[in-house]
C-alpha cells in the first residue's frame, strides 16, 4: 500500500477560512518535508519539519512521529493559498531520498 | 543565487523517439534528483545522484530511461524510445548534502507529451 497518504483529497474554502491538511505515513522516516506547487508551477519547500512544531507565517505544521503523521494547518486562509499541498516522507542513510503523497487541492473562493 | 533550472519547458515527441531533458542545479548542491509526476501516480523517483555519482536509478524505469551527470553542474535524463504513457511532468530537484537531510529545490519541469 501506498507508505505515504494525505487527506483530504481536495478542500475548498472561502476566504478566511482555516485548513487542516494531514499527512500519514507507514513506516519510520528520517524527515518530513511539506511543499507547494501552484497549478503549472513548479514545488516550493513550505518546511522541512522530522518532529515537532513549526510556523511560518500563517502556517504551521506539526509531525509526531510516534503516531507517524504530520499535519499542515493553514489559518485565514487567502486565494493566493489555492494549489496542491505535498507532504513527504525521507528515507535513506541521509533522508534526503523522498516519498510523495498525491497531495491535497485546494481551492480558496474569495 | 539561480535556482534550479530545466529545459526545455515543454516537449512533444512521436512515439519512439528519443527526447533529451536538462538540468541544471543550485551552484554548490550534491545532491541532485529526477522526479515524474503524473495525476495518478503523483511524483515517482527515476534517479539519484550524489556528488556526481549515481546512487539509485528508480527500478522499474531503468530500461527505458537514462539518467546522466557529465559534471557537477548539468545533468540530463534520455527516454528511449518514447512512449505514450511516458508523458508527464518531469522534475529535477537538488539539495546541499553535508550529511543530514536537506531542503529539496525543485525546478519548473519539463512537461512531455508523446503522442
Known amino acids: 500500500g501506498q507508505q505515504v497518504q494525505q487527506s483530504p483529497a481536495s478542500l475548498v474554502l472561502q476566504e478566511g477560512e482555516n485548513a487542516e491538511l494531514q499527512c500519514n505515513f507507514s513506516t519510520s522516516l528520517n524527515s518530513m518535508q511539506w511543499f507547494y506547487q501552484r497549478p503549472g508551477g513548479s514545488l516550493v519547500s513550505l518546511f522541512y519539519?522530522?518532529?515537532g512544531t513549526k510556523h511560518s507565517g500563517r502556517l504551521t505544521s506539526t509531525t509526531v512521529i510516534k503516531e507517524r503523521r504530520s499535519s499542515l494547518h493553514i489559518s485565514s486562509s487567502q486565494t493566493t493559498d489555492s494549489g496542491t499541498y505535498l507532504c513527504?516522507?525521507?528515507?535513506?542513510?541521509?533522508?534526503?531520498?523522498?516519498?510523495f503523497g498525491i497531495g491535497t487541492l485546494l481551492s480558496v473562493k474569495p | 543565487d539561480a535556482g534550479v533550472t530545466q529545459t526545455p519547458r515543454h516537449e512533444v515527441a512521436e512515439k519512439g523517439q528519443t527526447i533529451i531533458l536538462k538540468c541544471e542545479p543550485v551552484?554548490?548542491?550534491?545532491?541532485l534528483f529526477w522526479y515524474r509526476q503524473t495525476k495518478i501516480q503523483g511524483l515517482e523517483l527515476l534517479s539519484y545522484f550524489r556528488s556526481k555519482s549515481l546512487m539509485e536509478d528508480g527500478g522499474a524505469f531503468k530500461d527505458r530511461f537514462k539518467a546522466e551527470m557529465l559534471n557537477s553542474s548539468f545533468s540530463t535524463l534520455k527516454i528511449q524510445p518514447t512512449e505514450p504513457k511516458d508523458s508527464a511532468v518531469y522534475l529535477c530537484a537538488s539539495s546541499l548534502n553535508w550529511g543530514g537531510p536537506e531542503t529539496l529545490y525543485f525546478g519548473s519541469g519539463t512537461r512531455l507529451t508523446v503522442l
Open positions: 519539519n522530522p518532529s
Open positions: 513527504a516522507l525521507g528515507y535513506g542513510s541521509s533522508g534526503n531520498k523522498l516519498i
Open positions: 551552484s554548490g548542491h550534491n545532491d
